[in-house]
C-alpha cells in the first residue's frame, strides 16, 4: 500500500494548470459507446477511474488508445457486449454511466450497483424511473442491474431530486430513443453542458442543458466526433483553497472562471484577495481568513466536493462557523480525522459547527473517499509536523498526481510504498 507523509507549514507559492474534468470526462467516454465511429476526445486526466473504464470498455470489445498528453482515441466499432467486468464497474460510481450508454447501443445492460465514495446512502432510483419511463424494464437481481427494452421511446420524466448521475445517464439512453425526451428537475452542473455539447457534436439532438428543463429529440445513429473536455472546476477549487489555507499566492491556468461563481463568492467572503482573468483565477498571499456559513447545494450552489477542503480552511478562521451538507447525507467522514488533527468540529446532524483559528497538529489520518482524501492533503500542509495519510487510492481516483502538483508548488509530500498500514487491525 501507499501513503503520503506530509511536512507541514509550508506556503504554496506558484502557477499551475487545470486537468480535464473528471466529472465530465467519465460521462463522455461511456457517451462514445453510441456510436461506431471514430471519437477522439482531448483533455482526459490520468486518474484511476479513467483507466477502469477505458479496461471496461476494451472489455466490451472497443478499440482505445491514449494519444500523447490526455488525448484518447475510442473506436466502438466492434463492442459486442452489454456486461460491464463486474469486477472493474463495482469499483467506481461513474460506472453507472455504462447504464445509459449501452441500453442506448444495444437496447440492454447487466451491471452491479455502483460502487464508489462511500458517503452515505446513495441510490439510483432516479436513474431506473428514467430508464423505466423510456420503456426499459429493470431488474434488480444479485446486486446487478439488469435493464433490457426492445425499444426506447422519448419520455417525459421529472427527477424527483436533481441529480447529476441521473441527469446524464437519462439523456445518454434518449439521445438514442425514438422521439422526445423531457427531463424536469434537471440538473444544471456544467459537466452535464459539456456531456450534451459532446452528444450533439455526435449529431445527438440536445437542448436545455444548463437549466433544469432538458429535451432531447432521439435519433437513429450518431457519428465520429474531437471534443476536449471542459476544465475540471473541482480540481480548481482545490487548488483555490489549498492556496488559501497555506496564506500562499497560487495562479491556478486553464479554468473557466464563471464554473467557480459560487466558490470565488465564498472565498471573496471570507477575505481571501483573488484576482480573476479570463482563463485564469490567482490566489494573493493574505493573513487568516474569517468564519462563514458554507451551504452545499446543486450547481450553482457551494458543490459538495468543496465542503471537505472548505472545512479545513475555516478550521484557521478564527471564530464560528457552520458547514451544512444539503446534497451528501454522510459526507463528513473528514471530520474525525481533522478533529485527531486538534480541530474543534461538533457534528449536529446535517451540519459541522467549527470553533476555528486553532493550529492543526500533525497525525496519522485515513482519507476514507476523494475529495475528503484531498482536504486531508490540505490539512497536512498547514498542521505543525509530519501528517501521514493513508487511504490516498481514493485521491489518486480523480486528481492526477495530486502530491507531485503541490510539491511543483513548494510543498513537501513524499509518496512511501509500505507494507503495513499505522493503523491497527
Ligand atoms: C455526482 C458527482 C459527484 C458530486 C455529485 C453532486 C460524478 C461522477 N459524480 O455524483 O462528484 O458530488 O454529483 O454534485 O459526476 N440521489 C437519489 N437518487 C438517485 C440519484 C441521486 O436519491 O437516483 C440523491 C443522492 O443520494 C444525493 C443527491 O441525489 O443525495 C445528488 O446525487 P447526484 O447528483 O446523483 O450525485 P452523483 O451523480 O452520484
Redesign the pocket.
Known amino acids: 500500500m501507499e501513503r503520503l507523509v506530509i511536512k507541514g507549514k509550508q506556503r504554496l507559492k506558484g502557477a499551475t494548470r487545470v486537468n480535464g474534468a473528471k466529472?465530465a470526462a467519465?460521462a463522455v467516454i461511456p457517451a462514445s459507446l453510441l456510436t461506431s465511429s471514430q471519437v477522439k476526445i482531448e483533455n482526459i486526466p490520468h486518474i484511476t477511474d479513467i483507466e477502469w473504464l477505458i479496461e471496461i470498455l476494451k472489455a466490451l470489445g472497443a478499440k482505445v488508445s491514449r494519444l500523447g498528453k490526455g488525448g484518447l482515441l475510442v473506436d466502438s466499432s466492434g463492442v459486442n457486449s452489454f456486461t460491464p467486468p463486474h469486477e472493474l464497474a463495482d469499483k467506481f460510481?461513474?460506472s453507472y454511466y455504462l447504464m445509459g450508454a449501452l441500453l442506448g447501443r444495444c437496447g440492454q445492460v447487466e451491471i452491479p450497483m455502483p460502487g464508489g465514495c462511500n458517503l452515505g446512502?446513495?441510490?439510483?432510483?432516479?436513474?431506473i424511473k428514467g430508464f423505466t419511463a423510456l420503456g426499459a424494464n429493470v431488474n434488480l437481481e444479485h446486486g446487478l442491474v439488469k435493464i433490457k427494452a426492445s425499444k426506447l421511446k422519448g419520455a417525459h420524466i421529472y427527477l424527483d431530486?436533481?441529480?447529476?448521475?441521473?441527469t446524464i445517464n437519462i439523456m445518454l439512453a434518449a439521445a438514442r430513443a425514438e422521439g422526445k425526451t423531457v427531463i424536469e428537475n434537471a440538473?444544471k452542473?456544467p459537466?452535464i453542458v459539456d456531456v450534451a455539447n459532446f452528444l450533439n457534436a455526435m449529431g445527438a439532438r440536445v437542448v436545455g442543458t444548463g437549466t433544469d428543463i432538458i429535451k432531447i429529440r432521439g435519433v437513429p445513429s450518431l457519428g465520429g466526433v474531437e471534443h476536449s473536455v471542459i476544465p475540471d472546476r473541482i480540481e480548481a477549487g482545490t487548488f483555490m483553497i489549498a492556496a488559501a489555507a497555506t496564506q500562499g499566492e497560487v495562479l491556478i491556468e486553464d479554468v473557466i472562471p464563471k464554473h467557480l461563481d459560487p466558490v470565488i463568492a465564498k472565498l471573496k467572503e471570507v477575505g481571501v484577495p483573488l484576482e480573476i482573468g479570463p482563463d485564469w483565477i490567482k490566489v494573493l498571499a493574505g493573513n487568516s481568513c474569517s468564519p462563514a456559513d458554507v451551504k452545499t447545494f446543486?450547481y450553482p450552489g457551494f458543490?459538495?466536493?468543496l465542503q471537505a477542503p472548505m472545512m479545513v480552511l475555516l478550521t484557521q478562521a478564527p471564530g464560528t462557523s457552520i458547514v451544512s451538507e444539503n446534497?451528501?447525507?454522510g459526507r463528513f467522514r473528514h471530520v474525525a480525522e481533522l478533529k485527531k488533527m486538534g480541530a474543534r468540529i461538533k457534528l449536529e446532524g446535517r451540519a459541522a459547527i467549527i470553533e476555528g483559528g486553532r493550529e492543526l497538529i500533525s497525525a496519522p489520518l485515513k482519507a476514507a473517499d476523494l475529495r475528503g482524501g484531498a482536504a486531508l492533503v490540505i490539512a497536512g500542509m498547514i498542521s505543525r509536523g509530519e501528517t501521514i495519510v493513508e487511504g490516498i487510492e481514493h485521491i489518486d481516483r480523480g486528481y492526477e498526481h495530486l502530491e507531485e502538483r503541490f510539491n511543483r508548488l513548494g510543498a513537501k509530500i513524499a509518496r512511501k510504498k509500505v507494507t503495513e498500514s499505522v493503523f491497527p487491525g
Do not use: K, L, Y
Open positions: 466529472n467519465v460510481r461513474a446512502p446513495r441510490p439510483i432510483d432516479q436513474h431530486v436533481v441529480s447529476v448521475g441521473a440538473a452542473e459537466e446543486p458543490p459538495t466536493d446534497v451528501f447525507e
